[in-house]
């Protein structure tokens, strides 16, 4: 079975422009996460959807970025306009209920953004 | 508020044991994890262990939960270099939501 799976793994843009990250969860599992990582935060928790619906956004850093799931396979996160402070390793992450409970949580392999 | 806290770097000898150190600050947790980043690829859960043990061990991995120092250890035993990754603690900052440390970095030298 395929893991989660994020586009693009790369990503090199200007200041100013529009970046959007995609994902596939894996097929069934019912929550979905989106953390951002850097070498000064860590991993941090950007967003989680339960069933396609957004639970907690509150570390979302600001109106600049949004996320939506438009169905149980799909994602996007995006940030309009970029800054160079948003460049960061963005995971997608999916369980089902009862792992997201004890921790067990299936990352993708990221999207590296870098905002020039 | 919520903080999790590890060193940065760990460089170890092949065969020795690796001790990597978190402290965290939630001690409403019911488990408190350990994950591990190989270099590319995203975090994968390596083990947890639940608030009420001080101990947990599993093949060449031993946890070791202070709840009252609020210190949580990972010890692997025979370090070899295909363990050299980026391990991480975590604690539970709500339903659903983990606060990660920031890693500690796992170098083995062979």
């Known amino acids: 079975d395929a893991g989660v799976i994020q586009s693009p793994r790369h990503e090199v843009t200007e200041m100013g422009q529009e970046v959007t990250l995609r994902c596939k969860p894996i097929s069934g599992h019912d929550y979905l996460f989106w953390y951002r990582q850097t070498m000064m935060r860590g991993l941090e928790l950007l967003i989680y959807?339960?069933?396609?619906?957004?639970?907690?956004d509150s570390g979302m850093p600001e109106d600049r970025f949004s996320a939506k799931m438009p169905n149980a396979s799909f994602s996007t996160l995006k940030i309009q306009p970029s800054e160079p402070r948003d460049s960061a390793v963005y995971f997608c992450?999916?369980?089902?209920?009862?792992?997201?409970?004890?921790?067990?949580?299936?990352f993708g392999e990221g999207s590296r953004l870098t905002v020039l | 508020g919520e903080d999790v806290e590890q060193s940065l770097f760990l460089s170890v000898r092949e065969g020795d044991s690796s001790v990597i150190n978190c402290t965290y600050t939630?001690?409403?947790?019911?488990?408190l994890y350990w994950y591990k980043q190989e270099p590319g690829a995203g975090l994968q859960l390596l083990t947890y262990i639940f608030s009420n043990m001080d101990m947990k061990q599993d093949q060449r991995l031993t946890v070791l939960l202070n709840k009252k120092d609020k210190h949580l250890s990972l010890r692997i035993a025979d370090t070899q270099t295909g363990d050299s990754a980026i391990y991480f603690c975590?604690?539970?900052?709500?339903?659903?939501?983990?606060?990660f440390g920031t890693g500690t970095r796992l170098k083995v030298l062979a």
């Open positions: 939630d001690s409403s947790s019911t488990y």
């Open positions: 975590a604690e539970e900052g709500g339903t659903y939501k983990y606060i």
């Open positions: 992450a999916s369980s089902f209920t009862w792992t997201a409970l004890t921790g067990e949580l299936f």
């Open positions: 959807f339960n069933n396609n619906v957004p639970i907690d």
